[in-house]
């Protein structure tokens, strides 16, 4: 089976640091699991490297050289780097919000200075999602159980991107299994399915 990945461009955009936080988090998570992509970034940060070194040099303040050279010799002060969080359980540390017979939310950044927010969106095997659009971007990465959608199916590890222009019906997979996935999203749901008449008000989706 064909791991589905993040577009180049997403990750580039992540290795440029200018996706919002949210999406920066959906797209670790699949970087923990995905050589492939890993070596995609290993790359882009090269060139990035090698780009800047034959940038023109810009100016400095005249006392950058003795400041740097002030720090040499002083204690490493950055901690060592945590796990990166990829399972349900580093994920799901606040309440599941009921929405419907099979589906649960769990809101985790409600909205940044993006309009980006995450959540986590929990559905029984065989359930259908009802077929919504977003105003925005949505990266989603499966973290157990898969789902399918009019653009393929999902399994766990892989990631689905939408735009604006999508308009879909997510079903969670008969895998035995819930379907739990990381979803970060930008903009508001389209539609006037019941899911965005509940979602909308009560989290601002
Ligand atoms: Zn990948």
New binding site residues.
């Given amino acids: 089976m064909n791991?589905?990945?993040?577009s180049e461009a997403t990750?580039l955009a992540y290795v440029a640091g200018t996706l919002p936080v949210p999406h920066s988090i959906v797209i670790r998570t699949?970087?923990a699991?995905?050589?492939?992509?890993?070596e995609?970034i290993r790359l882009a940060t090269a060139l990035g490297g090698a780009l800047l070194e034959h940038a023109p040099p810009a100016a400095m303040a005249g006392d950058a050289l003795e400041r740097t050279l002030a720090h040499l010799g002083e204690p490493e002060r950055s901690p060592a780097p945590a796990r990166i969080p990829t399972t349900v359980q580093d994920f799901a540390t606040g309440r599941w919000w009921c929405l419907g017979p099979g589906i649960r939310l769990m809101p985790l950044i409600r909205r940044d200075r993006d309009d980006a927010r995450l959540d986590l969106i929990r559905v029984a095997p065989g359930v259908a999602l009802p077929g919504h659009g977003h105003t925005g971007s949505e990266i989603t990465c499966v973290l157990q159980g898969a789902f399918g959608d009019e653009t393929g199916e999902y399994h766990a590890?892989d990631?689905a991107e939408g735009d604006e222009d999508l308009d879909h019906q997510p079903v969670a997979l008969d895998t035995g299994r819930e379907c739990i996935c990381l979803i970060a999203t930008t903009g508001r749901l389209r539609g006037h399915s019941w899911l965005a008449r509940l979602v909308q008000p009560m989290f601002g989706i």
């Fill in positions: 791991r589905r990945h993040p990750l699949h970087l699991v995905c050589g492939e992509c890993r995609t590890g990631v």
